[in-house]
């Protein structure tokens, strides 16, 4: 579920605000607010502002208040005012009796269907937060007593245990991964109201139905494969492109170990040399841009051998002649074998200079 929300970013962010004068934002509410709205929203973010009292939504208590016709898609700066303007700075007071635990799941309750709608319709689904500005403790045992909450209306389905409402308000506090931060506000009267954040991690309600063969079928799997298949495929693709240029770079910049045999020449000891990326060693004569030299009789130098990459070339000089597989060479020619023969003809003995190297890459 992490993966998924990464690779799609925005998260669903609820500012619920109690609308009651017992909490009537003072200076300080007003700033933490407009901090939160102006520094912690990111571009993709779904912000939804709901005042609560008795009910969530007093004005319009008929309307769902998580829906995309109220929410506010965030896409940068110019969003933050338009939010502003919507938040209830202050209480209206013909309201009193704040319901809490009506709003709690009225909230926590919308916010895990927009991401179970998410998950049949095969969207990405969000990080979820709410920002409680309240006066009432959150996450109160059902029933709510007189002495947890003395607001709580006499007439509330949350006064009694056994009501629908509670049961399934308790069901979701104990299911969600519910994780809670408060900041304590005093105003000039000396009442306290918390700013509370509330984080909820991405998560959806795992449906699975049993079906013949002993076996079920479940939304989670087959929506984490249509969501991650094609970013993991890609992944793949990088991991094993990024491999391959490593193994490359690894094998451009090793250097050649070339161990020359002097077949004729009893006298002469074995020479072993090393030949890196665009670099050449001369055959004959010793030249100062060469990385090394294959000393061969004559005056001149020969021939090269030449790494451009992985390739090997013989670059003859005209000069004196060479041969390669008992052909004479007068032009620039790929070596192939990883073992070669080369003979270098001299008018003096002995006559025929045969060489034969085994290159170790």
């Known amino acids: 579920m992490e993966s998924v929300t990464r690779l799609h970013g925005g998260r669903d962010v609820v500012l619920a605000i109690d609308l009651t004068e017992s909490v009537g934002l003072n200076d300080e509410g007003h700033l933490r607010l407009r901090q939160i709205v102006e520094d912690s929203l990111k ?98 045992k059902s029933p709510a007593t007189s002495e947890e909450w003395t607001e709580t209306p006499a007439e509330s389905p949350f006064r009694v245990a056994t009501s629908p409402e509670t049961q399934q308000r308790q069901e979701w506090l104990n299911q969600l991964p519910l994780n809670q931060r408060s900041l304590p506000i005093k105003t000039q009267e000396q009442r306290q109201y918390n700013l509370t954040i509330v984080d909820i991690p991405p998560n959806v309600q795992e449906f699975c139905t049993p079906t013949p063969g002993q076996k079920e079928t479940c939304l989670v799997s087959p929506y984490l494969w249509k969501q991650l298949w094609l970013p993991g495929l890609i992944l793949g693709i990088l991991i094993l492109a990024s491999v391959g240029i490593g193994i490359k770079i690894y094998r451009l910049n090793k250097k050649w170990k070339l161990m020359v045999n002097f077949d004729d020449d009893d006298n002469a000891a074995d020479q072993t040399c090393s030949l890196g990326n665009h670099q050449r060693i001369a055959i004959g004569e010793y030249e100062s841009g060469c990385q090394d030299t294959i000393d061969v009789p004559g005056a001149e130098v020969r021939a090269y051998l030449v790494r451009k990459g992985e390739k090997l070339y013989l670059e003859p000089t005209n000069n004196s002649r060479i041969e390669y597989q008992d052909k004479s060479v007068d032009k620039k020619i790929q070596i192939t074998r990883s073992r070669i023969n080369f003979n270098c003809p001299n008018p003096k003995p002995p006559k025929n200079y045969r060489i034969t190297i085994k290159i170790q890459k």
């Open 43 to 140: 571009s993709g973010d779904t912000v939804y502002v709901v005042p609560f009292a008795t009910k969530t939504n007093p004005s319009t208590p008929e309307i769902n208040p998580l829906t995309l016709e109220t929410a506010i898609q965030f896409k940068g700066k110019a969003d933050v005012e338009k939010i502003l303007q919507l938040i209830p700075f202050q209480p209206d007071l013909r309201l009193q009796n704040t319901d809490i635990q009506q709003a709690e799941l009225t909230i926590y309750q919308g916010l895990a269907d927009l991401n179970q709608c998410r998950l049949t319709q095969n969207q990405p689904i969000k990080p979820q937060s709410v920002v409680w500005i309240t006066d009432a403790p959150l996450f109160t």
